[in-house]
């Protein structure tokens, strides 16, 4: 399955030809029934981004994504570096923090979405 | 009789130093993402002002137009965008988060 997950690198893949390139499904850490493909985080490594500020890099990655945001993606945590960037940091990656609850796409608000 | 949310928007940020559209509260955030640009926020300790788009779903769709940004959390500083969770996060990480806001405040110091 994985479809969006599938469609989300495949997209990244084509459009930044990124040397490193992770898409992390983090649905089940949220309030949404098993198996969604609701919450994304990506990793990004890409000598595309050289010289563009992050905001940019970011806006770039919203643009190759319109589609999925305007539907089935409700998070999406980017982290966009060029492989220098990727190299000096020791290619370390931010976790996501814990759900709080208030994603309202399975309809219900009650909480704790992360053991 | 609709709202003009663009309207609500622009005196928002303008009038706030910084403005935050979360998701909860800053006392009672109810997405991590929005807890954790709250976080630093507190951290760095200047005044800030924020939505709740959970209670205005219109204002919610109207600001992601309006900076042209898909996601909630955004932060807007002395009315410009500036980004959401991650690049709030990086931008504190990289010692770049606090130097703006102080910026911001020195350059009108009789707003909020």
Redesign the interface.
């Known amino acids: 399955m994985a479809k969006v997950q599938g469609r989300i690198e495949a997209k990244v893949q084509a459009e930044l030809t990124p040397i490193h390139l992770e898409v992390i499904n983090e649905s089940h850490m949220h309030n949404v029934p098993a198996g969604s493909e609701s919450h994304f985080r990506l990793v990004i490594v890409t000598d595309r981004f050289r010289g563009k500020a992050?905001?940019e890099r970011?806006?770039a990655v919203?643009r190759i994504l319109e589609q999925e945001?305007?539907g089935e993606i409700h998070?999406?945590?980017?982290?966009t570096m060029t492989p220098e960037e990727w190299t000096a940091g020791g290619g370390k990656v931010?976790s996501?923090?814990?759900?709080?609850?208030?994603?309202?796409t399975a309809g219900g608000?009650t909480g704790s979405g992360i053991s | 009789m609709s709202r003009d949310l663009n309207s609500e928007i622009k005196t928002e940020i303008e009038q706030n130093k910084i403005m935050v559209y979360i998701k909860g509260t800053p006392e009672f955030p109810r997405c991590g993402f929005s807890n954790a640009m709250v976080q630093v926020l507190n951290k760095i300790g200047k005044p800030f002002s924020s939505v709740d788009v959970l209670a205005d779903p219109e204002k919610w769709q109207a600001v992601k137009a309006f900076s042209n940004w898909p996601t909630i959390p955004q932060i807007y500083v002395n009315g410009e965008f500036v980004g959401g969770c991650d690049i709030t996060l990086e931008m504190h990480q990289k010692g770049e988060l606090s130097p703006l806001i102080e910026k911001a405040f020195a350059a009108a110091p009789e707003t909020k």
């Not at chain 1, 998070?75 to 982290?79: D, Q, R």
């Open positions: 992050a905001l970011h806006r919203h945001l305007a998070a999406l945590a980017l982290t931010p996501s923090p814990p759900c709080l609850g208030g994603d309202q608000d």
